[in-house]
């Protein structure tokens, strides 16, 4: 069907991702390879179940079984359908790689989205009604963190920690809340957070009270696998859920890593014991809480994970952090203001009402008739709420990966302070059309700029 009017609105999408710059901190580009995988015949297979884990554990920082028999070797498994020769192999590599990535002793690659892992992990520690203690999402906390317009919401009891007026973790709120309410899980990991979490801090506060230390990294996961940012799971930690499409550049999908030790998933579910929480995991993601496995999506993760275990990643990861350090100073130089002073990781807030009396919602808005993609964001605190917040969110991933350095980052910085001027002169979205010829020049100046770094697996 290729006359069907969905392939036109692809193409399009591929002109609007090739001349426009990509700014949202939680999206990147892809490697056609991973594209190939992601589009692949494996869509057309059934595999519920696990493969075998047979060989996938660390032997002195060694995998025991190496790629190649992974690739090679055809092992009894734990599935519900014939014909998984093909997949278990695949999925078994894609397990592999992300256990080398983050130094896990079991990878869990099923789960579709974060949301799945973060909900697979809940049902598999708490009971219902169980405390789980989580960053407050309008302090830069995520929606599966306590929403309560969640499930999770409904059926665990959430415990809310904030932020500190620069922006740092309130790690003195989070230790007297754990005290006081003995959670069941400490979850770290934030949407909107531009510090280095202290690890060790929380990992000593949730010993106190035998607590499931949970990281949810799916915004640095790949500055972890990179390098450039502290692995949770070293620094005492038991589980780490992630999204495999933000910094990790890989399909959109979610990934379980977890410590302690890896069983048959033919078993009955083992005690609900911290050295068990890999089983647990596995039960929890299937059956638990998912069917069938997406292994073209599987296929994807690996062939990602392989690209994020090349030398060549750590120069990437270092590239987004230096970019993200340069976009923000440029910012500030420009008069914004930014919560928490700038960054230390990928991503930038800022302040756009505090400064230019400007919400985000609009600025997002004007900011997008330019080509320039970034998204509204909740502050601490603010009264705008979801649909008109005080700041915006943006990031470094995407155009690191077109390969944009920090001149680049300068010009965008520039670029962001014409469109704010513009709004500040509009004063409403409606009030834009006065100044049109101005923003389709900068529009233009942004497509100039983004042609000349070709879309990886666009051109
Ligand atoms: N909503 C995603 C983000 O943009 O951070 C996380 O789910």
């Not at 999408?13 to 999206?27: F, T």
């Not at 219902?128 to 999402?137: S, T």
């Not at 859920?241 to 999908?253: E, Q, W, Y």
């Not at 923003?439 to 697996?457: G, N, T, W």
Request: hydrophobic fraction near 40%; charged fraction near 25%.
């Amino acid at each position: 069907m290729k006359n069907d009017p969905v392939f036109d609105l692809i193409a399009e999408e591929k002109v609007r991702q090739s001349e426009g710059l990509e700014l949202i901190p939680s999206e990147n580009y892809v490697s056609s390879a991973v594209l190939e995988a992601m589009g692949s015949i494996l869509t057309n297979k059934y595999s519920e179940g696990y493969p075998s884990f047979k060989g996938l554990t660390f032997v002195d920082s060694k995998l025991e079984m190496p790629e190649v028999e992974i690739a090679k070797e055809i092992l009894p498994n734990y599935r519900y359908y014939g014909g998984q020769r093909n997949v278990d192999r695949i999925e078994r590599l894609a397990i592999a790689r992300a256990m080398e990535l983050f130094h896990a002793d079991h990878a869990n690659v099923q789960p579709h989205s974060g949301a799945n892992a973060n909900e697979a992990v809940y049902w598999a520690w708490c009971e219902p009604g169980d405390k789980i203690l989580a960053m407050n999402l309008g302090h830069g906390g995520h929606l599966t963190h306590g929403s309560p317009v969640t499930r999770s919401a409904n059926i665990y009891n959430f415990i809310a920690y904030g932020t500190t007026p620069d922006g740092d973790i309130d790690y003195d709120e989070l230790e007297r809340l754990a005290l006081e309410e003995q959670p069941k899980i400490i979850l770290v990991g934030y949407s909107a957070f531009m510090k280095i979490p202290d690890f060790d801090r929380v990992a000593e506060i949730g010993k106190k009270i035998g607590a499931l230390l949970m990281a949810d990294m799916a915004h640095v996961a790949g500055l972890i696998a990179g390098g450039v940012h502290p692995n949770p799971l070293e620094h005492g930690f038991h589980v780490m859920t992630t999204t495999t499409h933000k910094t990790l550049r890989g399909p959109r999908g979610g990934l379980i890593l977890s410590m302690g030790n890896v069983g048959s998933p033919l078993k009955k579910t083992p005690e609900k014991k911290l050295e068990n929480i890999p089983i647990l995991i596995d039960k929890a993601v299937f059956p638990g809480t998912q069917g069938g496995p997406l292994e073209h999506v599987i296929a994807a993760k690996a062939v990602a994970f392989g690209e994020a275990l090349q030398p060549e990643f750590k120069d990437y990861a270092a590239k987004i952090v230096e970019n993200a350090k340069a976009l923000a100073d440029r910012l500030a130089e420009n008069g914004f203001v930014l919560q928490g002073g700038g960054t230390e990781n990928h991503l930038i807030l800022v302040k756009c009402e505090e400064a230019f009396g400007v919400d985000g919602k609009f600025y997002e808005r004007a900011l997008d008739m330019v080509g320039l993609t970034l998204n509204a964001n909740a502050l601490p605190g603010d009264k705008g709420g979801a649909f008109r917040p005080g700041g915006v969110r943006l990031g470094t991933p995407a155009i690191t990966t077109r390969g944009m350095g920090v001149k680049e980052m300068k010009q965008i910085a520039d670029w962001m302070k014409e469109v704010m001027d513009i709004c500040v002169k509009a004063k409403t979205e409606e009030g834009l059309d006065e100044y049109k010829a101005g923003l389709e020049q900068i529009r233009q100046e942004v497509k100039d700029l983004a042609l000349q770094f070709p879309v990886p697996a666009i051109g």
